[in-house]
């Protein structure tokens, strides 16, 4: 009777943490019912003289520019370049309050990653910002301005489609 009663309240755990789990998703929902990752990578694979940088998605297709969604969490990763630094990540278009589209300022992830992060602004906080209506429907050319260093420091202008 002992065994019986001590699975109890393990198999209620594990329930629970089933039904936790089950409850988290990876995934947004945006307008049509569409389901979009809730967390996309912006790879930072490459470099040139003139400040020019290489923006690929997990697909390795280009990245710039690059669609996403209200409430999507953007990171923009370097990869395979060395002594490669981000200083900063700003709003560079006049359509909008400086790093009006974010939740937050996008910033460096902590603990020496070679990452930065930012949170796009849910459907509600990007209403009030002007957007394109075209055949591909409403969306919101966001231009911002990636400061960055190698052997001297470099701009780039890569742009966001922020899809309504």
């Known amino acids: 009777m002992k065994s019986v009663l001590s699975k109890g309240p393990i198999f209620s755990f594990c329930f629970l943490i089933m039904i936790i789990?089950?409850?988290c998703t990876s995934d947004l929902i945006v307008s049509g019912g569409r389901h979009v990752p809730k967390d996309v990578t912006?790879?930072?694979t490459a470099?040139?003289?003139?400040g020019r940088l290489t923006l690929q998605d997990v697909s390795q297709q280009s990245a710039d520019p690059f669609t996403a969604y209200p409430g999507q969490k953007i990171r923009w990763k370097i990869s395979g370049i060395s002594h490669f630094v981000i200083d900063d990540i700003v709003e560079k278009s006049a359509t909008a309050a400086p790093d009006m589209v974010f939740k937050n300022k996008p910033h460096p992830v902590r603990f020496f990653s070679r990452s930065w992060r930012g949170t796009l602004k849910d459907t509600m906080g990007l209403h009030p910002i002007a957007f394109v209506n075209d055949s591909?429907?409403?969306w919101?050319?966001?231009?911002y301005k990636i400061v960055w260093h190698k052997a001297g420091q470099h701009t780039f202008d890569p742009t966001?489609?922020?899809k309504l």
């Open 136 to 138: 591909s429907g409403k």
């Open 47 to 50: 470099y040139d003289t003139s």
């Open 21 to 23: 789990g089950s409850s």
């Open 42 to 44: 912006i790879y930072v």
């Open 160 to 162: 966001i489609r922020i």
């Open 140 to 143: 919101i050319p966001y231009t």
